[in-house]
């Protein structure tokens, strides 16, 4: 099945530096993977839309500038969180569609607790 | 603005019974419904996909329909059992690939 893999799992950084999240897709090429962000008992908010080759799109209110993506690869996404504050501790994760034609859903990464201290 | 509503925060069902979760939308015309659970800590898992054009999906204990004019899905876990218990999160989605979710229903399964 696909599978995607989402490095660090845990992170823990200082205000004002810098954190990369990795995302892969395993065994499928994703043209176009999913960045969210999820607090405590909240729903997962959509925060960009990364596309592989071109620049990401980003979700009204997400700065484009604090939280960088980049899709070099069809299997890599990066996300970089510049300048963490402790408002941008939360949980973030990825996901990437194998085939929207498909019934398969979207496949996740297992998150990352990003902690800024 | 879109809005998707699942019917309780947390849902307490006995071992053995059926558990129903609801989602309702509206100002949305979905093209496409999932369900995903979530367990504490970790990314979502997806467990069932059903197009507008669907009435019901079933997949093992799991079924899911999908009223379009009510514009709402049930979700049910039949025979259910503690390792059911979860976060179950609906998620709508058109033709862009983009999908937006729920808040989710804490189900817990009593023994």
């Known amino acids: 099945g696909a599978v995607v893999s989402q490095h660090p799992s845990r992170v823990i950084c200082k205000s004002g530096t810098s954190v990369k999240i990795e995302c892969r897709s395993l065994d499928f090429q994703a043209t176009t993977m999913f960045w969210y962000r999820q607090f405590p008992k909240q729903s997962l908010m959509l925060m960009a839309t990364?596309?592989?080759?071109?620049?990401?799109?980003?979700e009204q209110g997400v700065e484009k500038d604090k939280f960088l993506i980049n899709h070099a690869s069809l299997t890599l996404s990066t996300l970089t969180v510049t300048s963490a504050h402790p408002e941008d501790s939360s949980f973030y994760i990825c996901?990437?569609?194998?085939?929207?034609?498909?019934?398969?859903?979207?496949?996740f990464g297992s998150g990352t607790r990003l902690t800024v201290v | 603005s879109q809005k998707i509503e699942q019917n309780s925060e947390a849902l307490n069902i006995q071992e053995g019974k059926t558990a129903t979760l609801t989602c309702n939308y509206t100002?949305?015309?979905?093209?496409?419904l999932q369900w995903y659970r979530q367990d504490p800590g970790r990314g979502p898992v997806f467990l069932l996909l059903i197009r507008e054009n669907e009435k019901e999906k079933r997949k093992e204990r799991l079924k899911v329909t999908f009223d379009t004019t009510l514009k709402q899905s049930l979700f049910h876990i039949t025979a259910s059992q503690p390792a059911d218990s979860a976060t179950y999160l609906c998620?709508?989605?058109?033709?862009?690939?983009?999908?937006?979710f729920g808040k989710g229903t804490r189900l817990h399964i009593l023994p």
């Open positions: 996901s990437a569609a194998r085939d929207r034609r498909s019934n398969y859903g979207y496949t």
């Open positions: 100002n949305y015309s979905p093209a496409y």
């Open positions: 998620a709508l989605g058109k033709g862009d690939d983009k999908i937006i």
């Open positions: 990364s596309n592989e080759g071109s620049k990401a799109t980003y």
